[in-house]
Antibody, heavy 120, light 107 residues
Framework: HVQLQESGPGLVKPSETLSLTCSVS????????WSWIRQPPGKGLEWIGH???????DYNPSLKGRVTVSIDTSKNLFSLRLTSVTAADTAVYYC??????????????WGPGTPVTVAS | VLTQSPGTLSLSPGETATLSCTTS???????LGWYQQKPGQAPRLLIY???HRPPGITDKFSGSGSGTDFSLTIRSLEPEDFAVYYC??????????FGPGTKVDVK
């Protein structure tokens, strides 16, 4: 089955741009639909953005246009870009997915997560 | 908006846990799922479409509900079941949303 592995800088300065990638193995990235989800320390889960199987993107309105998600089919990579970060963006960031043939309402597969700290 | 109750549920091994998830408006039962999360791990899908278990999830986990009220029941708690449980809704705004979680810990 599909396997996911997030990677990123670990530490980002306030006001800078956070860029994360999710490396996909074990299956074709185009057979799945993709989301980024984050979890601040000691808190719950927050959905960030989604790449639908039809190529359309959806974003959490709470992130006010700071988010872009994209997919590179040649490299089997799913990416997140979050601009103008603040300490409130400190979290573990997960990529999560479901197969195009699945229910499309929950996430069957998750990466292990990558921690991101926003600090100067 | 999703709410979960209780915030913490303290039970002994062998007991049955009943976790509640309430939505602010009626939802399609196909749009409600549950996850288990252990410390330092990613969430794991337990239930989708209110009632259904993915392959590999034991039948000790069961989901029910309709309208605005949904439940996850965990039968005969074992040490590995003590964790945080989240309900998740699809199709509202935001597109995917999670409840605040219920922690099941050892009494």
């Amino acid at each position: 089955h599909v396997q996911l592995q997030e990677s990123g800088p670990g530490l980002v300065k306030p006001s800078e741009t956070l860029s994360l990638t999710c490396s996909v193995s074990g299956d074709s990235i185009t057979d799945y639909c993709w989301s980024w989800i984050r979890q601040p320390p000691g808190k719950g889960l927050e959905w960030i953005g989604h790449r639908h199987c039809n190529g359309r993107n959806d974003y959490n309105p709470s992130l006010k246009g700071r988010v872009t998600v994209s997919i590179d089919t040649s490299k089997n990579l799913f990416s997140l870009r979050l601009t103008s970060v603040t300490a409130a963006d400190t979290a573990v960031y997960y990529c999560a997915t479901y197969k195009v043939t699945a229910s499309g309402t929950v996430f069957d597969y998750w990466g292990p997560g990558t921690p991101v700290t926003v600090a100067s | 908006v999703l709410t979960q109750s209780p915030g913490t549920l303290s039970l002994s091994p062998g007991e049955t846990a009943t976790l509640s998830c309430t939505t602010s408006q009626n939802v399609n039962t196909d749009h409600l799922g549950w996850y288990q999360q252990k410390p330092g791990q990613a969430p794991r899908l337990l239930i989708y479409s209110t009632f259904h278990r993915p392959p590999g999830i034991t039948d000790k986990f069961s989901g029910s509900g309709s309208g605005t009220d949904f439940s996850l029941t965990i039968r005969s708690l074992e040490p590995e079941d003590f964790a945080v449980y989240y309900c998740q809704l699809f199709g509202s705004s935001p597109l995917f949303s999670f409840g605040p979680g219920t922690k099941v810990d050892v009494k």
